[in-house]
């Protein structure tokens, strides 16, 4: 037998509520109700003379130990408590619970209707109390019409800022405020004019391309921002494809790159696996402004650039990696590939490219002593540049 009953009634932010019977037979049969301040403002007056009510604040915790003592809960949400709502979090929270969900629309169901735009194929991503990662993921993958879920602090003209900064200004912006309410606007901006824009909350956008972004299958050396003077220290666009090819990047979640200099496999690697996590090391303090630059001109917003000795470097603060890419080893191979493997993940892979010789021996021992092996390696001769050699360790 389930340990809770929870009833979760999804509503839209109208002073006039519509609910089928049976919402409103659990509201006046209930005896336990919890919501929002404003959620209590639209319901108080259906609810019985005695009920007891749970206001939802942070810290969410303090909610759950309310919610200890009752069986039986009525819960009120905006929308679609599905939707990124909170039955989700009730879900997680109390496993057991029997939940029955009646949903309102969304916020961005309500916007698109605003619209007339159909929007079954609309990628849905959330920024409320989240990082940017599902919005840099959905710019990333040049999708046709995304919406997203704002915040106080990553608002409309936050999210119009990113994705100037990150060259997608081929997206026209709608904006929904306060939607369902007799006070709700709805508008279309450019980005830039949205930047400069003050908004109401509660809001939420559509963002629509106008134009696809043009994308490159490797980029050309010679389009990243260099070293100053020192334009070959980069890994070229054959040797990079197929050291991301070698760390069987479909599947992973981080990736480290270690020695990042200009930032081309990290960044690489984001336009083709934009989920992936990628951690980017670099002892050079001039390559922070690389790995800016560069990530802003070829659009991958979400790599993280640590400036310090790898060899120094906390690394628990970091996400375990189940890929990592071995740039740069200043002259302390053997030791890097040691304290990379004590932080693998099971399954990962390490990928290396040697210049010479010695560094072949020296990795192959090194991976050996770990107790793992080369898997694979290839050689590759561009041009009038010293070959390379691929090497795959797991």
């Not at 909610?63 to 909170?86: K, N, Q």
């Not at 990290?266 to 670099?282: D, G, M, Q, V, Y």
């Not at 996400?319 to 071995?326: L, Q």
């Not at 770990?370 to 050689?379: A, D």
Request: contains cysteine.
């Amino acid at each position: 037998m389930s340990d809770k009953k929870f009833t979760v009634i999804g509503l839209s932010d109208s002073n006039e509520q519509f609910f089928a019977p049976e919402v409103l037979a659990a509201i006046r049969g209930g005896k336990v109700f919890s919501g929002g301040k404003r959620h209590h403002e639209l319901v108080a007056h259906l609810m019985p003379a005695d009920a007891v009510w749970i206001d939802i604040s942070v810290p969410l915790e303090d909610v759950y130990d309310r919610y200890l003592p009752y069986r039986e809960i009525v819960v009120f949400a905006s929308g679609d408590p599905l939707f990124y709502g909170f039955a989700v979090t009730l879900q997680r929270e109390f496993p057991n619970a029997e939940i029955a969900v009646f949903p309102s629309f969304n916020s961005l169901q309500l916007l698109a209707h605003r619209l007339l735009l159909p929007y079954s194929e609309m990628v849905n991503v959330s920024v409320t109390g989240r990082p940017w990662k599902n919005l840099d993921v959905a710019l990333i993958r040049n999708q046709q019409l995304i919406g997203v879920l704002t915040d106080r602090k990553k608002g409309p003209a936050e999210i119009a800022a990113r994705m100037l900064d990150y060259g997608y200004s081929n997206y026209v912006m709608y904006l929904g405020e306060c939607l369902g309410n007799s006070s709700e606007t709805v508008r279309t901006l450019a980005l830039d004019e949205a930047v400069s824009t003050e908004f109401r909350v509660p809001n939420c956008v559509i963002l629509q391309m106008m134009k696809p972004k043009v994308r490159l299958f490797g980029i050309p050396e010679n389009l990243f921002s260099h070293l100053e003077g020192r334009e070959n220290m980069i890994t070229k666009m054959p040797v990079r494809l197929l050291s991301l090819a070698m760390m069987d990047l479909y599947g992973k979640s981080t990736m480290w790159d270690v020695g990042f200099c200009t930032g081309s496999v990290s960044i690489e690697a984001k336009l083709h696996f934009p989920e992936l996590n990628i951690i980017s090391f670099e002892r050079r303090e001039e390559s922070r402004r690389l790995l800016e630059a560069n990530a802003r001109e070829f659009g991958t917003p979400g790599i993280e650039g640590v400036i310090s000795d790898f060899m120094e470097c906390d690394l628990i603060r970091y996400p375990e990696p189940d890929a990592v890419f071995i740039g740069g080893h200043g002259g302390k191979l053997e030791e890097m590939v040691k304290r990379i493997f004590h932080h693998l993940r099971p399954g990962g892979t390490v990928v290396f490219n040697s210049v010479s010789e010695d560094s072949c021996r020296t990795f192959t021992a090194a991976v050996e002593s770990c107790g793992r092996q080369i898997v694979k390696s290839h050689i590759l001769s561009l041009d009038s540049h010293n070959p390379i050699t691929i090497m795959k360790a797991i």
